[in-house]
């Protein structure tokens, strides 16, 4: 079946523009994870959805990042006024459940948008 | 809160060799570890996962251990070979997966 998957795959934009990245998960996972990764670190999390909520937002930088999942399927996380140090590679993953109800919840990944700010 | 370290940000082995990859975490509730791989340009990979009621665990090449005493967890790869060249995270499971810093695994030929 499909893995996630995630688009753009690359966006350069200028400083200040607004940008939206997409992530279509596994279907049937009811949870969704956005991250962000700068060059050669590690995983930044930055919010997680339950369905169509985001129990825990607590990751995300600013004001300026925000996020929503419609359906409980898509999500997509907006920057706006976008900024040089917002440039780094954003992953998306999916899991059947965020919790261990007794259960694996290992999650899967896409390949990433890698978002450049000039 | 979760907290979890790597003991070495880059290991170098030659091939053919075993290499082992530590990571060590401090909530002693956590049931769940995960190992992924992340080869350049690409989002990470499952490799392998443990519970907590389990100290070892084998798959292919791969080998996981986990010492709940000292809150500590390795991966052990045996024959490395060019290809296991990547970043390794650690992850642990509590009410969420946290993520560990990433070690890179360069593998000279």
């Known amino acids: 079946g499909a893995g996630v998957s995630q688009s753009p795959s690359n966006k350069v934009t200028e400083k200040g523009k607004d940008v939206e990245l997409r992530c279509d998960p596994i279907?049937?996972?009811?949870?969704l994870y956005w991250y962000r990764q700068s060059l050669g670190q590690g995983l930044e999390f930055l919010i997680y959805?339950?369905?169509?909520?985001?129990?825990?937002k607590s990751g995300l930088p600013s004001d300026r990042f925000s996020a929503e999942r419609t359906g409980g399927s898509v999500s997509t996380l907006t920057i706006q006024r976008t900024q040089q140090e917002d440039s780094a590679v954003y992953l998306c993953?999916?899991?059947?459940?965020?919790?261990?109800?007794?259960?694996?919840?290992?999650?899967?990944f896409g390949p990433g948008t890698r978002l450049t700010v000039t | 809160g979760e907290s979890v370290g790597l003991h070495l940000p880059t290991l170098s082995v030659q091939e053919g060799d075993n290499s082992i990859i530590n990571c060590a975490y401090s909530?002693?509730?956590?049931?769940?570890f995960i190992w992924y791989k992340q080869e350049s340009g690409k989002g990470p990979q499952f490799i392998i996962d443990?519970?907590?009621?389990?100290d070892k665990r084998q798959g292919q090449r791969v080998t996981v251990l986990l010492n709940k005493t000292v809150k500590h967890l390795s991966l052990q790869i045996a024959a490395t070979q060019p290809g296991d060249s990547a970043v390794y995270f650690c992850?642990?499971?509590?009410?969420?997966?946290?993520f560990g810093g990433g070690t890179r695994l360069m593998v000279k030929p």
């Open positions: 993953a999916s899991s059947l459940s965020p919790s261990p109800t007794g259960g694996r919840y290992e999650q899967y």
């Open positions: 279907s049937g996972h009811t949870a």
């Open positions: 959805f339950q369905g169509n909520s985001a129990p825990d």
């Open positions: 909530n002693s509730a956590s049931d769940y």
């Open positions: 443990i519970r907590s009621n389990m």
């Open positions: 992850a642990i499971g509590g009410n969420m997966l946290t």
